[in-house]
């Protein structure tokens, strides 16, 4: 019996296995070592105010959707910040009628997407007050960083 010929065979698979299991290192390496970059969050807003209702609307008109816990939102009436800025999400909030609508309440799922409209509404005790023809500027930051400044008048 001849051992020549089964030597060429199992040098062959061992060194199929090598090139293969060599492979499948470098591709999982490769693959796993850089994540994919999402680069910065884009999303457009629109801001309206109603000086009758004392509300903020904000509608997500597209883009990323928003982790509204990273959210931060600041207004300001005629140049002047509000006394008490929307901790947002709440339902109760000093400066704030309680209740506020889309991913500002507490009970929603938390991200703000592309359609949905936001709400909150002053109340009497916030300082300044929204007056007809107040010019009304909201500035939304994520995670520290502006995403976006609206302005428009009541």
Do not use: C
Request: proline share 8%.
């Amino acid at each position: 019996m001849s051992t020549r010929a089964l030597s060429s065979v199992v040098g062959v698979v061992l060194l199929l296995a090598v090139a293969v299991l060599t492979a499948a290192a470098v591709g999982v390496t490769a693959l796993g070592a850089a994540p994919p970059d999402t680069g910065p969050t884009r999303a457009a807003f629109e801001l309206r105010a109603d000086a009758d209702a004392d509300r903020l609307t904000l509608l997500h008109r597209g883009g990323d959707p928003i982790a509204v816990s990273a959210l931060r939102v600041r207004v300001r009436i005629d140049g002047r910040p509000l006394a008490h800025q929307p901790p947002v999400p709440f339902f109760a909030a000093t400066g704030f009628e309680s209740g506020p609508t889309g991913p500002f309440n507490t009970a929603a799922d938390g991200e703000w997407q592309a359609g949905e409209r936001a709400s909150v509404r002053l109340a009497g005790t916030n300082d300044p007050e929204i007056a007809p023809g107040s010019q009304v500027t909201v500035e939304l930051y994520l995670d520290g960083q502006k995403l976006a400044a609206l302005e428009t008048t009541a």
